[in-house]
Each structure stands twice: as structure tokens, then as C-alpha cells.
């Protein structure tokens, strides 16, 4: 045999109190209405490629109209086109090899300095700088040497180093 029983709400028992000591308890203060809710959380940033390129661009331009942003941009794409291009015809492109003749400057502790006149050279050719292959050396007197009987002294002629072929870039 099977019972079903209906068995709706309870009614709520009452605890027995604990003896007080004289002290009352206070309510719990009903919640104020004036109050407004807290905000809801804002949702977490996605931390995927196109939020933090969009990022990156954020930080690389400053805030402008769309137009001078772009214009901007293109000009920077175009500089760096350039710089590339540069690079680029100075790897692929040899050097060429001119020929003239230009002094090597005296250097500091007095030897010739031919890298300076390989760098000069090149220059008046139209290239940037240059790597001296080829010198050439004269020795250089004043006109004192010239007089009969007159003694040759240390200080007459001195010894100058000329570029005559360099490798410019």
C-alpha cells in the first residue's frame, strides 16, 4: 500500500530566546533607498592582437582628425620607405672605384691619415664616403735646396701621401 501525503508550507517554529542580561539588541537598520546601487563592473578589456595593436596606435599618434592622421602616417611610411631604399641600394649596389689624387691629411700623432682623403675624394665625386686602394707618395722640398753650396737641413722637405684610386659608397 502506498501513502501520498500533500504537505504544504511549515509554519516557522520559534527558537527559544536565551536569557538576556539587560541588554537589548538592536535591529538591523533597514537599507536606505536614497542610495544609489554600485555600478556594475566594467567588462574586462579582451586582451587579444587587434585590442592591443589598436593600443599600440592609440599611444603612437596623437588624436587628430582622420585625415591628418593618415597624412601623417603616409609620411612616415614614406620616410621609412626611403630609409629602406637607401639601406638597401647600399647592400645591393657596389661600390664604384674613381680615381683623382687628394692629399692624406696629417693625423694626430703625425702619420697620414688616407681614410680621411679617401673620404674627401669620394665626395668631390659625389658619393658619400670612400676606402682609399691605391696612394701614391712625393717628397716635397722648399726652394732653399735649390742654393749652391748651402747645407741641407732636416725641416727642407717633408713627404706628402695622396688617394689616387679609392672605393666609394
Known sequence: MLLLANVGEAWPQAQPQAPSLGLQEQPPAAPQQ???APDPQPPSENPGLINEMSKLIDRMMPAKSP????????????GAAKDTGDALSRLTKPGSMVSGRTICPPAADGTPDCK???????????????????????????????IPGRQRKADDCRTDNFVTTALCL
Open 67 to 78: 585625415g591628418g592622421t593618415l597624412d601623417d602616417l603616409n609620411a612616415r611610411v614614406e
Open 116 to 146: 680621411s682623403g679617401a673620404d674627401t675624394l669620394c665626395r668631390s665625386k659625389g658619393f658619400r664616403e670612400g676606402k682609399s686602394l691605391n696612394t701614391d707618395s712625393a717628397q716635397i722640398c722648399s726652394a732653399k735646396v735649390l
Open 34 to 36: 536614497d542610495e544609489p
